[in-house]
């Protein structure tokens, strides 16, 4: 056997699966979108009919709030991370990316343990001011739980953004005058706006679609994701389902695309 | 004096962030010991829950181990190779596939489980069989496998290697097992621990694509913090942790390991 014929022989798998498992369905899915009672208007529908819109704007205002908070968050505990050595750092690092890997079933609960009923946060206010303060199946709670799972996985792009900065550049703006807010502002923070563009399209993107969170908390809260899976298994209603989702990977995919565009490095979510 | 204050804010902020992240956990661990969380931990400490999840849950707890290792090895027969050719081949269309087999990071799951469903679904007996699952796990899998292996063909000069061990008169596929695997070894370690952590946690798409019968670990956790008392769910969810965090352990271990070198 040739080599060249030998290295298609090593991609077929990957081509089988991935047309017979993905591409196939993923056609099929957009076919069924087109295929209910308004036909291909019902990709329209997501902005269109007043109540999938209302979804849409709280979904992405909901994510783009995670994003924004998150991206703040990292910043300031990266940066710190990254440019002090004290005792307990790695143990520190160690804790805010391990959660890296839990699904979004088990964040939600972790919420509901802070927040629910029988949490943390209302234990303590009913002890200090008497009141329980109860808030994990609302849409704070949620935005609570995407924060818990954006946080790690920023952090370690901030971090290694931080440890790629040019610490003569900081030094010589220093020198010339400039005030330490003046040096973040101007020299810190625009060198970091790759890493920033970067983990802000992937936390947007997975808020978008997180649906184990919202599954596990969002008892009333009207996100994409529960959107669609309510009109496919409740309403079985397949076509406005199949079109929702498509809209969905859709924006997901965008977002990440022209994150990469823009930043020129590879970006990629995660579950 | 300024910069103390300074470093002190941030640390305490730091701090602050890892609380809200561990406070949870801890939460959740002590939970699933304690015999009765609202009396708190005075109430005494059993495993009485971890018993009960184990009675109730354990055959989630055995197929997700079981379709966890099943993706795993699709994942290494199919991507394996397939990092191997798209790295040899490169090109257009080598950059077009791994676009293309990438999607599954974008795409949320809930969707495509909603396509493999439009289109599967109708075959009985494969639509109520774990297989069904399995296949949504290799998808989704599988772009890690193969971004982890192809990381590595690239800082390893396979092509050189590769020439060498033809000049010798190695077959193609000899080449390949005794000379391209070992020396993608790293890479594949890093995407197995990689794939078999996410097919172990995955809920996104396993709650679209699992039945009555066919039940994961995750789908039993969201099924006991909807109808289960909390030290029943908190101790279902300390069974999951114990088996996560040695994977995210050993992946952080690897990735020190690599970033040392």
């Given at each position: 056997m040739s080599h060249r014929s030998f290295v298609w022989l090593c991609l077929l798998p990957l081509a089988v699966v991935t047309a017979a498992f993905f591409l196939l369905p993923m056609a099929r899915l957009v076919v069924v979108g087109a295929e209910?009672?308004?036909?291909?208007?019902g990709y329209l529908a997501i902005l269109t009919e007043p109540r999938y819109r209302a979804t849409l704007i709280n979904t992405v205002v909901l994510s783009a709030a995670t994003t924004i908070v998150t991206l703040a968050v990292a910043t300031i505990a990266g940066m710190f991370l990254q440019r002090h050595r004290f005792p307990g750092r790695t143990v520190l690092i160690a804790m805010l990316t391990?959660?890296?890997?839990?699904?979004g079933v088990v964040v939600g609960f972790l919420i509901i343990l802070l927040?629910?009923?029988?949490g943390l946060i209302g234990d303590i206010s009913s002890h200090m001011f008497g009141e329980k303060v109860v808030f994990a199946y609302s849409i704070y709670g949620l935005f609570l739980g995407y924060l818990y799972f954006s946080i790690p996985r920023v952090i370690l792009t901030i971090m290694a953004a931080v440890q790629k900065l040019d610490v003569g550049l900081e030094e010589a703006a220093r020198s010339l005058g400039a005030s330490p807010w003046a040096v973040q502002r101007d020299v810190v923070l625009p060198a970091l706006a790759p890493a920033f563009v970067a983990s802000g399209a992937i936390a947007f993107a997975t808020a978008m679609g997180a649906f184990g969170t919202a599954f596990t908390l969002a008892t009333n809260i009207d996100v994409l994701p529960m959107l669609i899976y309510t009109e496919f298994?409740?309403?079985?209603n397949f076509a406005t389902s199949a079109a929702l989702s498509v809209g969905l990977g859709v924006i997901a995919w965008a977002i990440l695309a022209l994150a990469r565009s823009l930043s020129g490095s590879a970006v990629a979510a995660a579950g | 004096m300024r910069d103390r204050l300074i470093f002190a804010g941030q640390l305490l902020f730091t701090i602050g962030v890892a609380a809200f992240l561990v406070v949870p956990v801890i939460l959740s661990i002590s939970a699933g010991v304690t015999v009765n969380y609202f009396r708190g931990i005075a109430s005494g400490v059993t495993l009485q829950w971890v018993a009960q999840v184990w009675n109730l849950y354990y055959d989630t707890i055995l197929l997700s181990f079981l379709i966890a290792f099943a993706t795993l090895l699709v994942a290494l027969a199919v991507g394996v190779p397939a990092a191997y050719a798209l790295h040899t081949r490169g090109g257009r269309l080598s950059r077009l596939i791994e676009e293309c087999i990438t999607l599954p990071i974008a795409i949320p799951g809930l969707a495509i489980a909603l396509a493999l469903l439009l289109t599967y679904g109708g075959f009985r007996s494969f639509r109520a069989s774990w297989l069904f699952i399995l296949t949504g796990h290799v998808i989704f899998t599988m772009p890690f496998m193969v971004r982890s292996v192809m990381a590595v063909f690239a800082t390893v000069d396979v092509k050189t290697l590769d020439e060498g061990a033809a000049s010798l008169g190695a077959s193609p596929a000899r080449r390949f097992l005794d000379v391209i695997v070992p020396n993608a070894a790293p890479g594949i370690l890093a995407g197995a621990l990689m794939v078999v952590t996410l097919s172990l946690g995955e809920f996104n798409l396993t709650w679209m694509l699992h039945t009555p019968l066919t039940k994961t670990l995750p789908i039993g956790l969201a099924d006991s913090y909807a109808s289960m008392r909390l030290e029943v769910a908190s101790a279902y969810t300390l069974i999951f942790f114990i088996m996560i965090i040695p994977l995210l352990v050993a992946m952080q271990m690897l990735a020190d390991q690599g970033t040392r070198k």
């Open positions: 209910g009672p308004q036909g291909l208007a391990f959660p890296l890997a839990f699904p927040a629910g009923r029988q298994t409740l309403a079985a | -």
